[in-house]
């Protein structure tokens, strides 16, 4: 079974500046995703970022960019020039390229962004 | 298409009683998937169907939770007998399924509080 670890509960950045969430994960799978999603207070779920397993290049998506390190199981998230719009909880999930394709989401951290 | 549609957006109920929840996903997505989220924590996947069949149920899904999805549109899910832990967020994700870059798409969530 697949497990995902979000070992810091809260964050907080001053607006303007850069912060890093960390994620790590565990499994047996070679091919598989992960992904990072933004929860904000009362408000859907919404994919930040995706990363497929098998690429080495570290996904990129404007102000958002993780390092994927595999061999290490790690998949953190950077997020530059932090916004207040930013502040939202952000967990990380993995999915296998398996038959069902169900989601393992991590526990989540609460990033603040301060003004 | 506006998205996945959840219906209704609160409910509250007292112990004992039953209760079913509406998912609208996106009109082409063929794999639809129900996740229980509770309060400062990760979603976790309850059950998963592509098209009308149900393909895979979580252990956390006892049989008090049952979830239809008639002629792979909508789908429903109904707990009976509610008890107070089970009190939670559920949330309904739709994706078209493939191998490959795995797009799902949320809905905003039913919050569910039992009294």
């Known amino acids: 079974a697949q497990t995902v670890t979000q070992s810091q509960p809260e964050m907080s950045v001053q607006e303007a500046e850069t912060v890093t969430l960390s994620c790590t994960y565990d499994?047996?799978?070679?091919?598989?995703?992960l992904f990072w999603y933004k929860q904000p207070p009362s408000r859907q779920m919404i994919l930040v970022i995706r990363?497929?397993?098998?690429?080495?290049q570290n996904a990129t998506e404007n102000r958002f960019s993780v390092n994927f390190q595999k061999a290490a199981k790690s998949f953190s998230l950077k997020i530059s020039d932090s916004q207040l719009g930013d502040t939202a909880m952000y967990f990380c999930?993995?999915?296998?390229?398996?038959?069902?394709?169900?989601?393992?989401f991590g526990k989540g951290i609460t990033l603040s962004v301060r003004p | 298409d506006t998205g996945v549609s959840q219906d209704p957006r609160h409910k509250i109920t007292k112990r004992g009683q039953n209760v079913t929840f509406r998912c609208d996903p996106i009109?082409?997505?063929?794999?639809l998937y129900w996740y229980r989220q509770t309060l400062g924590q990760g979603p976790e996947f309850l059950t998963y169907?592509?098209?009308?069949?149900?393909?895979?149920k979580s252990r956390l899904l006892s049989d008090r939770f049952s979830a239809e999805r008639p002629k792979g549109s909508f789908s429903t899910l109904e707990i009976q007998r509610t008890e107070q832990g089970d009190s939670a967020m559920y949330l309904c994700?739709?994706?078209?399924?493939?191998?490959?870059?795995?797009?799902?798409?949320f809905g905003s969530g039913t919050r569910l509080t039992v009294v």
């Open positions: 999930a993995f999915v296998d390229t398996g038959a069902n394709s169900k989601l393992t």
């Open positions: 499994t047996s799978e070679n091919n598989y995703y």
């Open positions: 990363q497929e397993a098998y690429k080495q």
């Open positions: 009109s082409e997505h063929n794999r």
């Open positions: 169907f592509q098209n009308e069949a149900q393909l895979e």
């Open positions: 994700a739709s994706s078209l399924g493939r191998r490959g870059p795995y797009g799902y798409t």
